[in-house]
């Protein structure tokens, strides 16, 4: 049993506990009205407790929109966000959080963690089942969980019906959501990688690639806009969530987070396909799946190319994996799939949700997100070994060196000769980096930044993915100047 959990069990139904009320000082980002537990007597009730930053948290979130495609009706949806930086703490931030994973479930802000002590929640994401008397009928920690979750959905469901004296079904008191995200031309755009004449942007929110002219205008579309997983050409293709990007010559990578798969774009002829992934999140070593390209992979989010091999962050897995584009096969080369920030030999070494890749001579560096750190992975022994930054839980907004520089939550990287560029995205700000001395410093420029995420330097520019204004930028970091690129405009 995983710990923490608390299975669901059917035969002991009278013995569950009353949950307490939902606390009051909880903020309901995206409801007029404050939602009680005390209105959903009679139904259901989905709890889950999550955070923007965590890839299981936006796994686990994609698993009860499909649930709830599946069951309609069956059970109430309700989404509890904790924070995890300082940056995560305002309503606004934490709506944006919700907007970027599609939630349309009422989603409180736990600021001060108070729903999480209360119901004693140890990890994200976890959830909730809440029976229709008010009363815990599970507690179940992780992703993957979807069928588990299915099953006590339908037994709960089950009882209600045949149960004598059940509480009647009430609607639930909280209005629809009120809080859109506003139209724009992109939205929550992952990664702005740039050629010498080409910008290509992973439009994440609207599930395409565009190919766009310097100057913005867009060239051509790789899928179809809306959430799907097929290959095709152009605009007849799916794709879900797509992060990262790597280009080599005519060919065009893509990290589909959303549909655990890497593509491939043939820029010529504008055809799409699958080169790993099996449309499903992996929870096994690529190795234990046979090494094959048809390997199940867990939300890869960034690549990096170097002729016949390709290079992938699967974030959701922790790990760093390593194509073979001639003989067809995939090893994991970082990372043993645990959470932690630990300095090894490949696969006795530990990433958190490696999030951005920068290939340079005889090495790769590594934005490990959710270390808070920059790693740098040796490729004659695999050595994999941490250039600034300390652990998970020890993030700041420091320059410096090593141990003493500081980051929160780094999710964007771009090589330029001798210099690195850091998006320090939960700081909302760029850092350049020494990837030899491990100096660090804030790149300046007078310009506010909205959780940059995707890096790529090409034609003397910085180009920067600014996912949280939806926007992207074009930055010259010697004159310190930065215009948006009105992308689609």
């Known amino acids: 049993m995983i710990a923490g959990d608390i299975p669901f069990d059917p035969v002991r139904s009278g013995s569950r506990p009353l949950l307490p009320e939902l606390p009051d000082a909880l903020h309901w980002v995206n409801r007029r009205e404050r939602p009680r537990l005390a209105d959903w007597r009679g139904q259901v009730v989905l709890m889950v407790f999550w955070n923007g930053c965590s890839v299981s948290s936006s796994n686990l979130v994609g698993e009860m929109r499909r649930l709830e495609k599946k069951l309609p009706g069956a059970f109430v949806p309700v989404c509890v ?21 599609r939630l349309r479930a009422p989603v409180a802000n736990d600021a001060e963690w108070l729903a999480w002590k209360q119901y004693t929640i140890s990890a994200w994401p976890t959830t909730l089942l809440v029976d229709a008397h008010g009363r815990l009928a599970a507690r179940l920690v992780g992703e993957g969980r979807s069928q588990e979750i299915e099953d006590a959905v339908m037994q709960l469901r089950d009882e209600l019906q045949h149960a004598d004296g059940a509480p009647p079904v009430r609607a639930p ?9 506003p139209v724009s031309p992109l939205a929550f755009p992952a990664h702005a990688l740039a050629t010498g004449d080409r910008l290509y942007v992973s439009d994440t929110g609207h599930h395409r690639i565009l190919e766009c002219s ?8 790789f899928g179809s806009g809306t959430p799907g997983n097929w290959d095709g050409q152009l605009a007849a293709c799916g794709l879900q969530l797509p992060q990262g990007l790597a280009i080599d010559h005519d060919v065009l990578y893509v990290a589909d987070a959303g549909n655990h798969a890497v593509r491939r774009i043939r820029l010529e002829a504008g055809e799409v396909e699958t080169v790993l992934g099996a449309g499903r999140p992996a929870y096994a070593n690529v190795e234990d799946q046979g090494g094959g390209l048809r390997a199940a992979v867990n939300a890869p989010h960034a690549l990096a190319v170097d002729g ?29 799939g645990r959470s932690e920030v630990r300095d090894g030999i490949g696969g ?16 790769l560096l590594v934005a490990d997100a959710g270390g808070n750190a920059i790693r740098r992975l040796r490729f004659t022994d695999l050595a994999l ?39 320090d995205t939960c700081n909302d700000r760029l850092c350049v980096l020494d990837p030899y001395s491990g100096e660090t410093a804030t790149l300046q420029f007078d310009y506010p930044l909205h959780e940059p995420q995707g890096l790529s330097f ?32």
Do not use: F
């Not at 699967?314 to 090893?331: C, F, K, N, Y």
């Open 81 to 101: 966000h904790t924070p995890r930086y300082a940056s995560q703490q305002s309503d606004a931030a934490v709506l944006k959080a919700a907007h970027r994973n």
């Open 214 to 221: 310097h100057d913005g205008r867009v060239l051509r579309q």
């Open 458 to 489: 090409a034609a003397g520019s910085l180009w920067v993915a600014d996912r949280n204004d939806h926007a992207i930028l074009r930055i010259d970091p010697e004159r310190g100047t930065c215009e948006r690129v009105p992308v689609d405009e």
């Open 348 to 363: 006795r070494s530990s990433l958190s949700q490696p999030m951005a890749l920068a290939l340079m001579p005889g090495q």
């Open 385 to 423: 070994t941490t250039l600034i930054g300390t652990s998970a839980w020890e993030p700041g907004n420091h320059d410096g060196a090593g141990r003493k520089a500081r980051l929160a939550y780094p999710c964007g990287l771009a090589a330029e000769e001798n210099r690195v560029y850091v998006a």
């Open 308 to 336: 016949d091999v390709l290079y992938v962050a699967a974030s959701g897995q922790h790990q760093i994996l390593r194509i073979d584009m001639r003989h067809q096969q995939v090893e994991t080369i970082a990372g043993d």
């Open 173 to 181: 008191a909280s209005s629809p959501d009120v809080r859109a995200e």
